[in-house]
């Protein structure tokens, strides 16, 4: 069922933690901007109206809030930063400032940490800081890009993307010990975009 009818794209859609909502970047005019719509694409409401782009909404797990990526509304930086929403609307509160790109936020299932990648050491790696942007912590080290994390149910764990092989294959991280698991080794494609089942 197609639920987005508009000559400019939509992407990055994202199911609220009760499933009664999707968040969404539109590009309703020029830029793309944080939206949330009805599962059968019904009541469309903007949650940000900058004139910069912005990407990548993740719910947190009470539904108050909304991560996304963004460059700074106020034009003071090109590069991408992480912010969150209120689902009920209000202002934009910014979590990461740095002259790189930090993007793709996810929250942890107790809504206390959100994990994400930057490029603040010279390539893409995965880092993770409390919902309220302190206490960053980098959770990986490679030459290679490490992107794409998302959640294991119980918080324990990170499952991403990385080209630490030469392609993009897919791992799991274990916070507690720092293990790294290799779910896709041999595949001669790309692996990207992991998801934890419920």
Not at 22 to 44: E, R, Y
């Amino acid at each position: 069922m197609q639920i987005t009818d508009h000559t400019h794209n939509a992407e990055g859609p994202a199911w609220s933690p009760a499933g009664d909502r999707i968040a969404f970047a539109w590009q309703f005019d020029i830029f793309f901007n944080i939206f949330t719509m009805d599962p059968n694409g019904n009541n469309k409401i903007p949650l940000t109206n900058d004139e910069v782009s912005q990407y990548a909404p993740n719910w947190s797990p009470d539904g108050s809030l909304i991560a996304f990526d963004s460059p700074p509304p106020d034009g003071s930086e090109i590069f991408q930063e992480i912010f969150t929403v209120p689902t009920g609307r209000g202002a934009e509160t910014r979590l990461t400032a740095n002259s790189v790109d930090d993007r793709s936020p996810a929250w942890s299932p107790d809504g206390a940490r959100i994990a994400f990648e930057s490029g603040r050491d010279g390539n893409l790696e995965l880092y993770m800081m409390n919902s309220d942007g302190s206490g960053v912590v980098r959770l990986t080290n490679d030459p290679a890009d490490d992107i794409d994390a998302d959640w294991s149910p119980d918080g324990k764990c990170l499952a991403f993307a990385s080209k630490r092989t030469g392609n993009f294959d897919l791992f799991i991280l274990t916070l507690a010990t720092g293990e790294l698991r290799d779910l896709t080794l041999g595949n001669a494609t790309s692996d990207r975009w992991p998801s934890w089942g419920p």
